[in-house]
């Protein structure tokens, strides 16, 4: 039989098999289940009260693909951040699960540690242990030019080989120096990851503050479809929630107190963030700071109430976000700051709907008389529709409702309340202001 002839009987032979139902049916894929586990302080799967054993659960459950550990009741103390993989759920008990920072401990370098080395010399290395978590910097550094890792082996009695590379030079002459300061939950390059129902205190009376570019007490870098769920952090050194170049994060039914920096802090070119129904209150700074590039976000349904600084505070090319529902109460300075910007790196674009912005600016200072939402630069088409915007009271320290920088271009305004304020809009005739 030539070849033609025999495709032609065996699709024929196929036909005929289909119509009268005599090949079987192919089995149906099994279902596959994540794998899933327990971790307690005296019960569960791995049992511990520290980040040794929350750690061994996440990366166990890692290896396996993903799935769910779950963090049962108890106080665990951190000596380093709990570090989030790929693909894992970390759930603990609501108001019961609690992650601690350890006491603090700083060293001045015994010697430089240059660029790209692994290991660093210290004074005293007394307070140390091989695992913590460290963070190097020097006089006059901040942001990212701080290097956060992890001490893996201790090679002389004052030298310790660290997990990344430095990330700069870090001089004697400068007075650098190594301490104790990690985020107590922290994903680094990290995608498809929840975290829920943690409770994180950052034990500020006794810790080592770590800035917001490399922590907080939720803290993500370079990740992508993250959800931070129903979370409290507080009394963190720092940064309550940091989440820096990431995209699509969404944190929501979270509570961020009395952290000594920012209460949430989407930033370096973060996109598209959710951040809805959080509470950021009595923080050392500003309730919400939308940082470097931040675009296409949306903010609604938060309380920010009672920061120092400003309740919003947005700039640097922070375009085309959406903040709406939102209750923005008693904050120090500005209950909305557009931070002072050229052109080029103005925050367009953004949209504020139907907010609640009253009794800010107590302690702010300049100007003549505080604005409730201050806009200083370059900035185009914003659209604020539908707030009440001022005070609930006649004497309070917003006298003006929007101040307007002379270099704005296409605002609008369209049905706002304002009440108890002497001017609705008024154009800011300097660069000063009552940051």
Known sequence: ??????????????????????????????????????????????RGGDNRALQAAVDYVAGLGGGTVNIGPGRYVMRNALKLRDNVRVIGVPGQTLLVACDGFTSALSADGDANERQITIADPAGFRIGDGVAVQQQGSGGVEVTTATLTAQVGPNSFRISAPLYLDYMV??????????????GWNVKDVVIEGLTIDGNREKSQELNGCRGGGIFLFESERVT??????????????????????????????????????????????VVRRCRSFGNGQDGLYVCWRVKHGLFEQNEIRGNDRCGISIGH?????????????????????????????????????????????????????????LIQGHHHDLVFRGNTIGNTKPESA?????????????????NNQFPNVGRDVEAQQSAGGNR
């Open 317 to 373: 090319k922070d375009t085309d976000n959406l903040f709406r529902d939102n209750t923005i109460v008693a904050n120090g300075t500005a209950g909305v700051l557009f931070r002072q910007e050229a052109e080029a790196m103005g925050a367009h674009r953004n949209v504020f709907e139907n907010n609640r912005i009253l009794d800010n600016g107590a302690k702010a200072k300049g100007g003549s008389g505080q604005a409730a939402i």
């Open 1 to 46: 039989m030539g070849g033609s002839q025999r495709w032609i009987r065996i699709a024929t032979v196929m036909a005929a098999a289909t119509a009268t139902g005599s090949f079987a049916a192919s089995p149906k894929p099994a279902t596959v289940q994540p794998a899933e586990i327990r971790v307690g302080v005296d019960e569960g799967d791995i």
């Open 398 to 414: 917003a006298t003006v409702g929007i101040r307007v920088s002379p270099n704005t271009q296409g605002l609008k305004t369209e």
């Open 228 to 273: 931070i769920r129903n979370c409290l952090v507080r009394n963190y050194r720092g940064d309550g929630i940091s989440f820096q170049v990431s995209s699509r994060v969404t944190v929501e039914d979270c509570l961020s107190e009395n952290n000594t920096g920012l209460g949430i802090h989407p930033g370096s070119g973060s996109q598209e963030p």
């Open 173 to 186: 002459a400068r007075k650098a120096t190594a301490k104790i300061a990690f985020p107590v939950v922290g």
